[in-house]
Structures are given as structure tokens and as C-alpha cells.
């Protein structure tokens, strides 16, 4: 059974920092681009970034070019994301996701519905 794990999250103080992890197992990871949503309170799911499957390629949404950096770690399994200077308006449930029905190997932020398998979703809290 294809699954991703989420781990990190939590509450953070403005301007601090968090590091998000998606372990996946019943699949290599490393066929397959990752990408993180977010999901605050009234809003729809938001693609944020992604990497793809070679790493070479990497994307990020406005809001969050220069402050989050996406990475993977084939030889565990695992892709991260690490959040700098974070802000309010960053709280919301964090969600990776792989595409392993369409074999999504390319990164791309948009058509959540695309991708079939998602991780648990971890709570990011950044208030003071």
C-alpha cells in the first residue's frame, strides 16, 4: 500500500523557522515529484511547491519564493521542506503528495486532483 507520513509541524513564533517531513513507503519515491500543499481555515488547498523526481527542478508560490526551500532524500525516502521566516498568514494544514496512478514525475504546484496519494497533513501555527 502506497502511503506518505508526515512528520514536524507545530506552533512557531513569527519569524522563526520549521522543517516539514514526508516519508513514503510501499513506493520508491524517487520516480516521482513531490509537492506540498496548504489548506487554511475557509481556503482552498493551495499548491506551494514542488520538486521533481530528478530534483532538478524546483517551484515555489509567490508568497513563498526566498523564505521555503524544497528538497528530497532518495536514499530514505523522504522529502522535506524547510520553512524560514515564517509568518501568520503561513498557518494552515501542510499536506505532501506524490502522483503515483499518473506517474507524475514533473513539478508542478497546480490540479491538486492529480496527484492520489497524500500524507496526513501536519498543523503549522505561526503566532506569538
Known amino acids: 500500500q502506497s502511503q506518505l507520513v508526515q512528520s514536524g509541524g507545530g506552533l512557531v513564533q513569527p519569524g522563526g523557522s520549521l522543517t516539514l517531513s514526508c516519508a513514503a513507503s510501499?513506493?520508491?519515491?524517487?520516480?516521482?515529484?513531490i509537492v506540498w500543499f496548504r489548506q487554511a481555515p475557509g481556503n482552498e488547498r493551495e499548491g506551494i511547491s514542488c520538486i521533481s523526481s530528478s530534483g532538478g527542478t524546483t517551484d515555489y508560490t509567490d508568497s513563498v519564493k526566498g523564505r521555503f526551500s524544497i528538497s528530497r532524500d532518495d536514499a530514505k525516502n523522504t522529502g522535506r521542506l524547510r520553512m524560514n521566516s515564517l509568518k501568520p498568514e503561513d498557518t494552515a494544514v501542510y499536506y505532501c503528495a506524490v502522483g503515483v496512478r499518473e506517474m507524475i514525475n514533473y513539478c508542478s504546484i497546480y490540479a491538486p486532483g492529480k496527484y492520489d496519494v497524500w500524507g496526513q497533513g501536519t498543523q503549522v501555527t505561526v503566532s506569538s
Open positions: 510501499g513506493f520508491i519515491l524517487e520516480h516521482y515529484a
